[in-house]
């Protein structure tokens, strides 16, 4: 009878993570009153398209360096943002010359901190949730976890099925159905296992920040970086600064410390 106690093991792990996957799928499904044509549009902004590919700190990357490509900011290579023109062409860029506050220089790693946590980042964020694009705040996290949880509840199943073949008197289950041991162990293990195929088919790739919707667009902006003649600016949103080419501008993004210079 040992084998019944593993059984109801195996089925409470694959009940309660695949209800948790079903829960945190509903969560990323499109809002009743969102934007249906939303996914149809023209594309996705720049900003859109950071936000999407990395959320708000790639955002406040993508600023960044759009500021120091257009002069408007000195990024050295110590880790320091220089203001070079304070006026920003939209709200975000306005934010990042906020951040940096009125001495004109700041190090880069509060600035994007700052500007990722800003209003107007808020506010790009709210947008994309409420077309359904982006996933509600942790929601992208939730889902991720939830897969894992599943997956090792297929695992534990499959192992406890095995166990249960070295109990003495498993050929049979004891209420007479004649129904072999290890029958029963594959039903939660088809459970898990159709769970994590609706959510592959629904909900794949497991992004921290794009709904399926969102993913589909994004893919499109990722093909465009890919090309041979892929602008900087869109490489940056979708890939992040990995993708400068510039190691003294990857080096400052990247938070290296040095002594304050004024230039």
Not at 181 to 190: K, N, Q, R, S
Not at 213 to 227: C, M, S
């Amino acid at each position: 009878m040992l084998w019944v106690l593993f059984l109801l093991v195996a089925w409470g792990a694959a009940t309660l993570s695949c209800v948790r996957l079903c829960l945190a799928a509903a969560r990323v499904s499109p809002p009743r009153g969102g934007s249906p044509h939303a996914a149809e549009g023209p594309g996705l902004t720049l900003y859109e398209t950071a936000f999407l590919a990395g959320g708000p700190h790639r955002v406040a990357d993508l600023a960044l360096v759009t500021l120091h490509l257009r002069r408007r900011l000195l990024l050295a290579h110590t880790g320091w943002a220089t203001v070079v023109d304070p006026d920003g062409r939209d709200e975000v860029e306005r934010t990042v010359i906020r951040a940096i506050g009125p001495q004109g220089q700041s190090p880069i790693p509060p600035v994007r901190t700052a500007a990722a946590a800003a209003d107007a980042v808020r506010a790009l964020a709210d947008r994309l949730v409420a077309a359904g694009l982006a996933l509600p705040r942790g929601a992208g996290a939730d889902i991720a976890s939830a897969v894992r949880a599943v997956r090792g509840a297929a695992v534990l199943t499959a192992a406890l099925g095995a166990a249960a073949l070295l109990v003495p008197g498993r050929e049979r289950d004891p209420g007479g159905s004649g129904m072999p041991v290890l029958a029963w162990f594959g039903l939660p293990l088809v459970l898990t296992l159709g769970c994590l195929a609706v959510a592959r088919m629904e909900v794949h790739p497991y992004s921290a920040w794009a709904s399926p919707a969102g993913q589909r667009l994004l893919d499109a902006r990722t093909a465009a970086a890919d090309g041979p003649e892929g602008d900087v600016l869109v490489a940056v949103a979708v890939r992040g600064v990995r993708a400068l080419a510039d190691p003294a501008l990857r080096a400052a993004l990247g938070g290296g410390g040095g002594a304050r210079i004024i230039p």
